[in-house]
């Protein structure tokens, strides 16, 4: 199985079943989010089903849609925080990242290197010829 980030769990994730028993673990949301107060106020009294959940969270000030709920509801599943009907997402551990092979430098010789790999043959030729570019000297005025 390939590693997926949260986010696209979350995404790849479908709503759950009104019907769908629910088992919740601890809060993961920052303090005075939405998902914190959803936490709080609606799954800290432990609801029993999906639509249990829903039903409460619309009572609240302001309420939340069920869109909403089933949001909060994925992102808990695939966060590994949630249980629905007994069975829990099984959160991949991130694999560490390949590093690439280092590849091998190519010499360049300037204006000569098409020479070099046009004429092998008068190899020692051209590299005379390469060794002797004129270069930039810097003198003291």
């Known amino acids: 199985m390939a590693n997926i980030s949260h986010t696209a769990a979350f995404k790849a994730q479908s ?4 019907e769908a028993k629910l088992k919740i673990g601890n809060d993961i949301w920052s303090a005075e989010t939405a998902g914190s107060r959803f936490y709080a106020q609606v ?9 249990k959940v ?3 969270a619309a009572k609240l000030e302001p309420p939340f849609t069920s869109k909403q709920v089933q949001g909060h509801l994925r992102w808990l599943y695939t966060a590994g925080r949630l249980e629905v009907d007994g ?8 694999a560490p990242k390949a590093k690439p092979e280092p590849k091998a430098k190519e010499v ?7 020479r ?26």
């Not at 799954?43 to 639509?51: A, E, I, R």
């Open 15 to 18: 709503d759950f079943a009104p």
């Open 87 to 94: 069975k829990s997402y099984v959160v991949q551990a991130k």
């Open 116 to 141: 070099l790999k046009a004429k092998p043959e008068v190899k020692a030729e051209a590299k005379a010829e390469a060794t002797h570019q004129r270069r930039m000297v810097r003198t003291k005025l």
């Open 54 to 56: 829903i039903d409460s």
């Open 43 to 51: 799954l800290s009294k432990n609801p029993g089903t999906v639509q």
């Open 108 to 114: 360049k010789v300037g204006k000569y290197a098409a």
